[in-house]
Every structure is written in C-alpha cells, then in structure tokens.
C-alpha cells in the first residue's frame, strides 16, 4: 500500500528557527510511512488527555482504513489532546518499512502482535537514538566553543568514541527482526546509554558559572518558577507538569525525562538546554516568545 501522500506528522509543528540535524531526520514521526501503530498498539485511557478508553491492539475508531486519522485537524477539540503531543522518534516508520518491509497488519492479520510489541521495544531505542545523536554532536574537547549553552562545552575523546560505539550498537539493534527485538533487555541497553548520558550532562552543565540547582526528580508540580534562574540546573525525570516557567533561563539545563506536561513556557530560554524532545515541548505551553534549542518545532498549539 503506498503512502507518499500521507501528512507527515512534524506537520502538527510549526518550522524550527533551525532546521532538524540530517543526522535526526530518521528519528521524527512520519505518519505518511507509518501504520497508524501508535493509534493501535497503545491503549488510551478517558482522561483529559483523550476521550475514550481504549485497549492495546484495538484500532482508535478514529483510524481510517488508509492508516489516516479522521479528526487529525480537530484532535484537540474532540479531547484527543494526548495525540497532539506523542512522539515515537520515527519508530513507526521504522517498524513499518523497514522490519515488516512495507507489509501492514489490516492485509496480513498475523503481523499484528509482533508488529505492536516491536513497535514498544523501537520507540525506546530511537528514543535513545536521539540522545546518543544529539550528544555526539556536541563539539570535540579543543574545539572553538563559544561561551553559551551546550555548545559551549567540549567532549573529551574517549567519551566521544564511547558515545559512537553507543550509537552504532543501538542502531544495530534496531536493525533485528520483530523476534529479536522482542527478545532485546531493554532496560539493561538503557542503563548503560544513560551512564554515558549522565557524564556529558555533567560536563555541559559544569561550564555554566556559579552554583547550579539540583532538582533531579523534583515534585515542582504547579510550582511557581516565573524568571527562575535554572541554568545550568538537572531536572532529569522532575515533574513540572503544569509549572509557571513564564521567563525562566533553561539554558544549559538537563531535561531529559522532566514532565512538561501544561508547563507555562512563555518567554523561557532553552536554548543550549540538553536532552529535550519535541513531545516535552508538544505536551507544554508556549508562545513565540519561547526560545527553544536548535532542531525543535514550535508546536502549532503555541
């Protein structure tokens, strides 16, 4: 079945003041190679983040016959909130192209299982993926830095090797066929990327000046935060959801893991901020205003 017409769905985002790494071109959702697998494999549950109950394996009644969704422009409107904001890091397409090689679950029933498990195991490892990428990136130690944000530090070469070598096994891995992938320890391979992620963090958050907030699986649920001076700060895995960040500098900081859900971001500074993706800033408020790292899409809801 062909979908070269399909909406992409980085269609949902406005256009970045930087276009995305070539490098992370592979690692956005495109919905137009996809097999509508997050509308299937997931279940939703009737919250304020989507309208309906729904069980994993079971098509969104939403799903259109041709992977398309029915109420893609009016999604937020209808309660379907918590689609706006998903991202799988272009597991779908991965999983649909190239593990099942283009062979969907409505034409081939059998694929369905092993198609959804693969599906949970890949958007981990793209997710990865993304990190990995961004770190290696970051400028080797006796590079012209500047003074700013994550660019301004400088990655020793052992870690850089150790960051590449990261790099090509997880993307080896996900090269497996859906048996493999289901057999992959997941948690185990996750570990040992964050060890690698914990020390870039330190180094990039070592060259912000002055004495930087630890707020490592903080509770800052509704907290009030406006103008707050985080740079520099680790907010790995903290739970901003619904925090007044109006103004605050996130320059250099850690995000990776932090729950933005309904985080008030208007005129907040991320730039330089390390390991954020484009679902923590979809799940987010913001305006034009909001100042976000190099490669994220302002999101159409902003």
């Not at 990776?256 to 859900?261: C, K, M, N, S, T």
């Amino acid at each position: 079945m062909s979908h070269e017409h399909r909406r992409p769905a980085q269609d949902r985002t406005s256009a970045p003041a930087h276009a995305p790494d070539a490098a992370r071109l592979p690692l956005l959702s495109d919905c137009g190679n996809c097999f509508g697998l997050c509308c299937v494999a997931l279940p939703f549950a009737r919250s304020a983040d989507f309208a309906l109950d729904k069980e994993a394996g079971r098509p969104c009644p939403n799903l259109q016959a041709d992977f398309r969704c029915g109420v893609h422009q009016d999604l937020r409107q209808r309660g379907f909130s918590g689609c706006t904001v998903f991202e799988c890091f272009g597991a779908g397409q991965k999983i649909s192209q190239v593990t099942f090689q283009g062979q969907d679950w409505r034409t081939a029933p059998e694929t369905a299982r092993p198609m959804f498990d693969a599906f949970a195991v890949m958007r981990q490892l793209h997710e990865l993926l993304w990190y990995l990428t961004e770190a290696v990136a970051l400028p080797p130690s006796g590079a012209s830095t500047g003074s700013t944000g994550a660019a301004g530090a400088a990655l020793p070469a052992a870690l850089r090797d150790e960051l590449r070598a990261a790099l090509e096994k997880t993307e080896r891995l996900t090269l497996g066929t859906a048996e493999e992938l289901a057999g992959l320890d997941v948690p185990a391979h996750r570990g040992e990327v964050n060890t690698l992620l914990l020390r870039v963090s330190e180094l990039v958050r070592a060259k912000v000046p002055g004495r930087k907030k630890d707020r490592r699986g903080a509770d800052l649920m509704g907290a009030r935060l406006t103008g707050a001076d985080l740079k520099g700060a680790n907010l790995r895995g903290a739970y901003l959801i619904a925090a007044d960040l109006r103004g605050a500098d996130l320059r250099s900081a850690d995000m990776i893991g932090a729950d933005l859900r309904d985080a008030d971001l208007r005129g907040a500074d991320l730039t330089g901020s390390i390991f954020l993706t484009q679902a923590q800033v979809n799940a987010a408020r913001g305006d034009a205003t909001t100042r976000l790292p190099r490669g994220l899409r302002r999101p159409a809801h902003w």
